[in-house]
């Protein structure tokens, strides 16, 4: 079997990020071509891909950006397992890729920003974040959170924490205004912080149903027996206690715990002379499902 050439053990690895040992390997089995070893390296990758893919997400980072008008932004959260891992220089790069992939497109969450083709890559997503897991990584990797929104009459905002483990981004419509966009970012700082609660919605109607019914299951433990007038009175009031507490607009602001987000929202409409609308939010962090 002929001795495979350093310089091309280089070039293949430059080609696939696999280590030296594993592109040796490749040409050695595919008897120096280099699709050949490309194909073999594929493989081992899609095959440990697939093993890890139960492994546990603990770590990884997130991104986000807004455009130049203030009216698209998009956040981004790449899992990963380990900390060593989420500050490698080739996750931190594909996170970048992935964020540019996202506020180019209109994406609907993780499984389409998983199809589109990475141009970084001229691979799908999919294909990428497989063979990081497989060859270049070597542990599970995906994306575990994508959110892009577009106002066409108001502002997206974005705040995402310095160590980049956790961000929001909001969407509020209704103006371009400065004062729109100043509020917008503080309600992603707000949603970002998750305090006294992380939001479930953006407004009452917005709670999922299901969730709702749990909220007055929860609320009502303990009262069997009572007249059921008094019961009424004290889960309505326990669902209105939750409502302020998990309803973003309902919220107290986390800079200033007597006014409301709702509150918030309005004097900056005031100020823009216009009636804001808090649209729609995300929240990601790292390890969260």
Same mark, same amino acid.
């Given at each position: 079997?002929?001795?495979?050439? &350093? ?7 430059? $080609?696939?990020?696999?280590? $030296? ?8 089995? &595919? ?25 546990? $997400? =603990? ?5 986000? =950006? ?66 990081? &897991? ?54 992603? $700082? ?10 479930? &919605? ?88």
């Amino acid at each position: 079997m002929a001795e495979i050439d &350093a310089k091309v053990v280089m070039k293949l690895r430059a $080609m696939t990020n696999a280590g $030296m040992m594993e592109c040796k390997k490749a040409l050695t089995e &595919a008897n120096g071509d280099m699709d050949g070893a490309c194909e073999l390296l594929r493989k081992w990758g899609a095959g440990r891909a697939e093993a890890k893919a139960s492994n546990e $997400m =603990k770590e990884g980072l997130i991104a986000g =950006k807004v455009s130049a008008d203030g009216k698209t932004g998009v956040l981004v959260r790449l899992g990963c397992q380990t900390d060593f891992v989420a500050r490698n220089d080739s996750f931190q790069a594909l996170l970048k890729d992935l964020v540019e992939l996202a506020f180019a497109n209109d994406i609907k969450g993780p499984a389409c920003l998983n199809k589109l083709v990475a141009p970084s890559f001229n691979k799908t997503v999919e294909v990428v974040l497989n063979e990081f &897991a497989g060859q270049t990584l070597k542990e599970n990797i995906q994306v575990t959170g994508a959110a892009r929104f577009v106002s066409a009459d108001g502002v997206v905002g974005l705040y995402v924490h310095h160590n980049s483990k956790v961000g929001g981004l909001v969407q509020i419509d209704g103006s371009t205004a400065e004062a729109a966009a100043k509020v917008a970012s503080e309600v992603a $700082m707000h949603v970002t912080a998750g305090m006294p609660f992380t939001p479930v &919605a953006v407004n009452r109607d917005g709670v999922p149903a299901d969730q709702l019914a749990k909220e007055r299951e929860i609320a009502a433990e303990g009262l069997t027996g009572k007249p059921a007038n008094i019961v009424e009175k004290i889960v309505a009031g326990k669902i209105e206690k939750f409502f302020e507490d998990r309803v973003l607009v309902e919220q107290p602001f986390v800079k200033d715990d007597k006014k409301r987000i709702r509150e918030l929202v309005a004097d900056a409409g005031k100020i823009a002379g216009a009636t804001l609308t808090v649209k729609a939010f995300a929240r990601y962090k790292v390890g969260e499902v």
